[in-house]
């Protein structure tokens, strides 16, 4: 969808709050969020030889106090909620010093949860006195805007990301580091810039190209590369010009995956095809063997479309569940032998008559 008035791919130097307020309403589809974490430092922090710790310690992340911190959560994601749609959904990431604060305010303005993502640090700063527990984890918030609206998850790519496994919503990543930590004026540019790996995962999950990805906490711009990378549009918002210089030349340095590598696996909005499709289009043959992949036990097509092993009949679903005790996808699980004798899933055949046929709903 096209947005000519909006300023899409760009970043905004100022305000979040004010600039959030003077955009027009329900035009975006994916908000991160990555705010201050309020981290209240008192005193500089040094390791056990003494060397100064480069924590963050910046002025954007200093708070008068704790009803200071509120009222500035409260105002910026009422702010967001209004130019969210109605399908758009949230991530606001944080630590123990803020994200429970955050999470009741975003329950109080009626955001409705869906996840809390645990990110694991691989390699967590450590707690250099000995007197707490190494703060290895941060929280990510996932919520909706609106409760029961459709909104997007991308299921089966994420599952397709993870070896074809269901993704937990515990996600283990390393801090920036090496190439990946950007510099500017010899030092790290920004004492809290978030893993590529991380973004990525949030806008694989949760955001299709084209989408419009809004970060009103834009710092070093990671959201707007990984969705320039991603084939999706972008608004930044930050207030320092340096963290603003260091983004943009980050960003122009991208160049967009192909329309075709962006496609997701969504296995939902597959056409759906019977298994005798593939009787009717000649891709198989009554008669023919298959070959159920996980102990190689062998099952006649029948001509209507069901098959028979030893003395059951029935669909290559039904035999598949039979076989393993468990549900069964039939179509991952049958292979058939090719010209050369080499065993193939039937969803081969099933996706060639997809293409070559057009087979519809």
Request: net charge neutral.
């Amino acid at each position: 969808m096209d947005h000519p008035d909006l300023p899409l791919d760009q970043i905004l130097q100022g305000d979040c709050i004010d600039l959030l307020n003077a955009m027009p309403g329900g035009f975006v589809d994916l908000i991160f969020a990555d705010p201050p974490y309020n981290l209240q430092l008192q005193n500089k922090l040094y390791r056990p030889n003494m060397t100064l710790v480069d924590a963050v310690d910046d002025q954007w992340d200093k708070f008068d106090d704790f009803d200071h911190y509120d009222r500035f959560t409260r105002a910026w994601l009422t702010a967001c909620r209004r130019v969210l749609k109605k399908t758009g959904t949230l991530w606001v990431i944080g630590t123990y010093h803020n994200i429970f604060r955050i999470g009741k305010i975003l329950q109080d303005l009626e955001y409705w949860m869906l996840n809390d993502v645990i990110w694991i640090k691989n390699n967590p700063m450590p707690n250099f006195h000995g007197v707490r527990f190494t703060n290895a984890h941060e929280t990510l918030i996932w919520a909706q805007k609106t409760k029961g609206a459709k909104y997007t998850f991308n299921y089966h790519a994420m599952k397709a990301l993870n070896d074809d496994l269901q993704v937990r919503s515990d996600w283990y990543l390393p801090l920036v580091k090496g190439k990946e930590r950007l510099k500017a004026g010899g030092q790290k540019a920004h004492s809290a810039q978030k893993p590529e790996a991380l973004l990525y995962r949030v806008l694989i999950a949760s955001s299709n190209p084209g989408d419009v990805i809004l970060d009103p906490f834009f710092g070093t711009g990671t959201t707007g590369m990984v969705a320039r990378r991603l084939g999706r549009s972008f608004i930044g918002i930050e207030r320092d010009p340096v963290y603003i210089r260091v983004a943009q030349e980050r960003i122009d340095a991208v160049t967009q995956a192909p329309a075709e590598a962006l496609v997701l696996t969504n296995k939902r909005k597959q056409d759906r095809i019977p298994f005798g499709a593939l009787l009717e289009a000649g891709l198989l043959h009554p008669g023919q063997s298959l070959y159920f992949q996980k102990d190689n036990t062998a099952a006649v097509i029948m001509a209507d479309g069901h098959l028979r092993c030893g003395e059951r009949t029935g669909s290559i679903h039904q035999i598949g569940r039979a076989l393993t005790n468990a549900p069964c996808n039939g179509w991952e699980q049958w292979c058939y032998l090719d010209e050369n004798g080499n065993g193939l899933p039937i969803d081969r055949l099933r996706q060639e008559l997809i293409i070559n046929k057009g087979h519809s709903k």
